[in-house]
């Protein structure tokens, strides 16, 4: 009988080991189960904020490239084409000086120097008629 009443007690002790390591087990589900809810909460508010932002950065470029693309339909300045004509007439026309020296075969232009060392004074005809 009291081998019966020590195997009782053994079990009994070995029964309250497993509900005492049944409970911590639970409660660290718990813990685990409770940081990935936070996890994924966190998670979803970081998405939702990305995808918030990225929304604003592809409004912002659609219109950034809409003004580009009204910009560059817009003709240019009449007094802008002008300019740029004249550039390159006289582009044209100093080319020949030049271009011994562009092929490599001779040295710079006589008065390049002077030019490069005076400042000019550019008449422009709407300051000429006022004064």
């Known amino acids: 009988m009291s081998s019966y009443l020590a195997q009782e007690v053994h079990l009994a002790r070995r029964h ?13 589900m718990e813990t685990y189960l409770r940081d990935k809810k936070t996890k994924k909460t966190w998670q979803t508010q ?43 007439a006289s582009i044209k026309e100093s080319l020949p000086e030049w271009e011994d020296f562009l092929l490599g075969r001779a040295e710079v232009p006589i008065g390049f120097k002077k030019m490069k060392a005076t400042k000019q004074s550019i008449n422009y005809p709407e300051e000429d008629s006022q004064k």
Do not use: F, G, M
């Open 16 to 28: 309250e080991e497993i509900l005492s390591q049944r409970s911590e087990l639970l409660q660290q």
């Open 46 to 88: 970081a998405a939702d904020a990305a995808h918030k932002r990225n929304a604003a950065l592809l409004n912002d470029i659609e219109a950034a490239e809409k003004r580009l693309q009204e910009r560059t339909c817009l003709l240019p300045h009449s007094d802008t084409v002008k300019l740029e004509t004249l550039y390159w």
